[in-house]
C-alpha cells in the first residue's frame, strides 16, 4: 500500500473526477492549468478528425455492437456509440458520430463499406482516445499529488502520465524515462516479440480493424504496433486468409495487453518516485 505522509489511500479521488477525464483538459481546467487544458483539448480533438475525415460513417462499423436497432441505435442517435477506445475523447466522439450518423438502410450499408486509407484514419481516430486517456491520467496524478503532497508537493523522477504514452508507442521507453532502463528494455522487448510474432503467423494480416475490430481495441494498446499495421501491414492485399491468421490475432491481442501491464508499471514507477510503497512493521530498511 503506498502510504505517504498525510496521505488517506482509501480516499479515491471521487466520481466528479474520473467523469470530467472524458473530456479532454477539463481536469486540467479545474487544476488551473489553463494553456495545458486548451492544448489537451486542441491536440485530441485535431487527433481524432484527422482520422474522422478518412473513416467517417465507418466508426459505427467498428462500434463494439453496430447502431442497427435497439438501444444501440438509440446511442448512436445521441453521438455515443460504444466505440473504443474514441470513447474516452467523449466531445470528438460525440460530434463525429452526430455528423455522420445516418440510421437509413443507404446508411448502414455505407457503414459496412471500406475506404480508402481506413486502416491510418481508424489508428488516428483510436489515438485520439488514448491521448485523451493520458491527458486524464495526468490530471488525476496532479490532483493526487497535491491531495497527498503535503504543502510542497514533490515532483516525480518523470511525468507518470508521460511514461505511460511513451510505453504506449514504444514499450519500455517510459521505463527508461523514468530510470529503469534494463527493466523497460526485457518488458518492451517481451511485448515486441509477441506482437512480431503475430504479424508474422498471419503474414501480416493480424492486426486490422475491419475485421477484427473487437481485437484491434486490445491490440491498439501497442500504439507503436498498432500505427506500424496501420502503415505497412494493413494496406496489403489478402487474398485468402493464412494458415495461421487466428494464432497471429490472438498473439498480436497478448501484445496488446501485455504493453497495458507494461504502461501500468511505467505509470506506478515514476509515482513511486513521490509516495513509495510503505514497508510493513518490522521489516527492515
Known amino acids: 500500500m503506498v502510504t505517504p505522509k498525510s496521505s488517506d489511500p482509501g480516499r479515491g479521488l471521487g466520481l466528479s473526477a474520473f467523469l470530467a477525464g472524458f473530456v479532454p483538459g477539463l481536469l486540467q481546467y479545474q487544476l488551473g492549468q489553463t494553456q495545458r487544458a486548451v492544448v489537451a483539448f486542441a491536440s485530441c480533438t485535431a487527433v481524432f478528425f484527422a482520422g474522422w475525415l478518412v473513416v467517417g460513417e465507418r466508426l459505427f462499423y467498428w462500434a463494439l455492437l453496430t447502431p442497427d436497432q435497439g438501444v444501440m441505435r438509440m446511442l448512436a442517435s445521441f ?17 463525429g458520430a452526430l455528423l455522420a450518423f445516418d440510421p437509413s438502410p443507404t446508411g448502414q450499408r455505407i457503414w459496412r463499406e471500406p475506404r480508402a486509407l481506413e486502416h491510418l484514419g481508424g489508428f488516428l481516430t483510436g489515438a485520439s482516445g488514448m491521448l485523451a486517456a493520458f491527458w486524464s491520467a495526468a490530471g488525476h496524478w496532479e490532483l493526487r499529488r497535491r491531495r497527498d503532497g503535503g504543502a510542497t508537493p514533490a515532483m516525480p523522477i518523470a511525468d ?27 518488458m518492451g522487448g517481451a ?95
Not at 453521438?79 to 460530434?95: D, K
Not at 504506449?168 to 523497460?184: I, R, S, T
Not at 473487437?214 to 502503415?231: D, H, K, P, R, Y
Not at 505497412?232 to 486468409?241: C, I, N, R, S
Open 79 to 95: 453521438g455515443l456509440p460504444v466505440t473504443l477506445p474514441e470513447l474516452l475523447n467523449l466531445p470528438a466522439n460525440v460530434v
Open 160 to 186: 507518470p502520465a508521460l511514461c505511460a504514452a511513451m510505453s504506449w508507442l514504444v514499450p519500455g521507453l517510459g521505463h527508461a524515462k523514468a530510470g529503469q532502463k534494463d527493466k523497460g528494455l526485457l
Open 191 to 285: 511485448v515486441l516479440a509477441v506482437f512480431a510474432l503475430g504479424l508474422l503467423l498471419s503474414h501480416g494480416h493480424a492486426v486490422d480493424r475491419a475485421n477484427y475490430s473487437v481485437w484491434w481495441i486490445a491490440q491498439n494498446l501497442f500504439g507503436g504496433g498498432s500505427l506500424f499495421a496501420a502503415l505497412v501491414t494493413g494496406p496489403l492485399e489478402q487474398v485468402q486468409a493464412p494458415l495461421h491468421c487466428d494464432a497471429g490475432v490472438i498473439f498480436c491481442t497478448v501484445a496488446g495487453l501485455m504493453n497495458l501491464v507494461v504502461m501500468i508499471d511505467a505509470f506506478t514507477v515514476a509515482e513511486r518516485s513521490v509516495f513509495p510503497v510503505a514497508k510493513p512493521e518490522g521489516v527492515a530498511s
